[in-house]
């Protein structure tokens, strides 16, 4: 099975908009309207669309932000799985490549993400892959996780 990640363009920025949240996630993430709005508003964010087996399943957002902390900080922005490719395992197969990708385009020392702190399926997923609370929090009151590369 193969997973793609490409990035958000004229040519696949109709069917990333159709991409759904899952209602019971709904609180957790914005959506793709939101983030993509974002994204023209922040250079920094790299908006892309997760595919596997070349059938779109999900969104990501991440970036590298140089003024926070030190030396600027790598972070994975926004992720999820649509919907209708939920219960699958997608979620763990795509946050796999998409660590791999990031780790490959920036050599960051770490990546950060932040998280709403009842997201539970979310956290344990996270943990899965080596992301832990450092103690932060963001502006959004999130609480950050950290994943040492």
């Known amino acids: 099975m193969k997973t793609t990640i490409i990035e958000v363009a004229k040519e696949n920025v109709t069917d990333i908009l159709k991409l759904r ?3 019971k996630q709904k609180a957790y993430i914005e959506t793709t309207e939101q983030c993509l709005k974002d994204a023209r508003e922040c250079k ?3 908006p892309v669309g997760l595919y596997y087996d070349d059938i779109l399943v999900g969104f990501a957002m991440y970036g590298f932000f140089p003024r ?3 030396n600027g900080r790598v972070w994975l922005d926004r ?5 209708a490719h939920q219960g699958f395992g997608l979620g763990s197969i795509m946050l796999e490549a998409l660590i791999k990708r990031i ?4 050599d960051c020392p770490e990546i950060y993400l932040s998280i709403v702190e009842d997201n539970q399926a979310a956290i344990h997923l996270y943990r899965k892959f080596g992301f832990a609370f450092n103690g932060e929090s963001d502006y959004n009151n999130e609480r950050l996780m950290v994943k040492k590369v």
């Open 21 to 23: 949240i899952n209602e």
């Open 44 to 46: 920094y964010y790299r």
């Open 68 to 70: 926070e902390g030190e």
């Open 79 to 83: 992720f999820f799985i649509d919907a």
């Open 103 to 106: 780790i490959e385009e920036y």
